[in-house]
């Protein structure tokens, strides 16, 4: 089992819709968690850090669930500049960062 | 402006033939690191400094060298390249290995080797 496990997508979806991921951690001692955006094999980028208490930014809201361990990505009023690979990131008791593969957005005209 | 400039962005090589790629970082922070990026995976690291002359093995440090001889610079050295270390390369950098954010990346570099 992948220590971090994504949806590898694509997902399709319109513009203008709400559309959500999930992210699936196997370490409980993991201590921080983040979302990562990539675009089109350029450098990820840091979306959001993710807070024990959910957070959001803007049209995006990121929460954790411990006790089922998974982190989510939900993504309000979709813009074609979202399409993008979103990876999910675990930094573990090491301080060591464990990335999944990442979930394909495409959002279609 | 803040960055960290990874260069040659493209590279294609043989199998064998000794390259350097090289990483500067220009915001003073401690922890630096080596990713490659293959597809279906996630970044898996090779190699990581904590600061000045402090290196360590990440996760798939075989076939590589790093060194930290200043803070701002941290090259990834390929001694002897061979077909399977093809990949998308990233160097990144965080003021220290337990800050709270995220990590800032460099552009990437493309290597092939034949």
């Known amino acids: 089992r992948k220590e971090v496990e994504q949806d590898p997508g694509p997902f399709n979806v319109p513009e203008g819709a709400t559309v959500a991921f999930n992210c699936t951690y196997s370490?409980?001692?993991?201590?921080?968690f983040f979302w990562y955006r990539q675009d089109c094999r350029k450098e990820p980028k840091l979306l959001m850090s993710v807070y024990s208490s959910g957070n959001e930014d803007g049209r995006f809201t990121a929460q954790l669930n411990r006790a089922s361990q998974y982190i989510s990505l939900l993504i309000r009023d979709s813009k074609l500049s979202d399409s993008a690979t979103y990876l999910c990131v675990v930094k573990d008791s090491n301080y060591q960062l464990i990335w999944g593969a990442g979930t394909k957005l495409i959002i279609k005209p | 402006e803040a960055q960290v400039t990874q260069n040659p962005r493209y590279l294609i090589t043989v199998t064998g033939k000794k390259l350097t790629v090289t990483c500067s970082q220009n915001m003073n922070h401690e922890y630096m690191s080596w990713y490659r990026q293959d597809p279906g995976l996630g970044l898996r690291q090779i190699y990581y400094s904590m600061n000045v002359e402090v290196t360590d093995k990440g996760d798939v440090p075989e076939g590589y060298k790093v060194s930290r001889k200043e803070k701002r610079n941290f090259p990834l050295i390929l001694e002897s390249p061979s077909p399977n270390q093809t990949s998308l390369y990233f160097c990144?950098?965080?003021?220290?290995?337990?800050?709270?954010?995220?990590?800032?990346f460099g552009s990437g570099t493309r290597l092939t080797v034949v």
């Open positions: 990144a950098s965080s003021p220290h290995r337990d800050s709270y954010g995220g990590y800032t």
């Open positions: 370490n409980s001692a993991s201590q921080s």
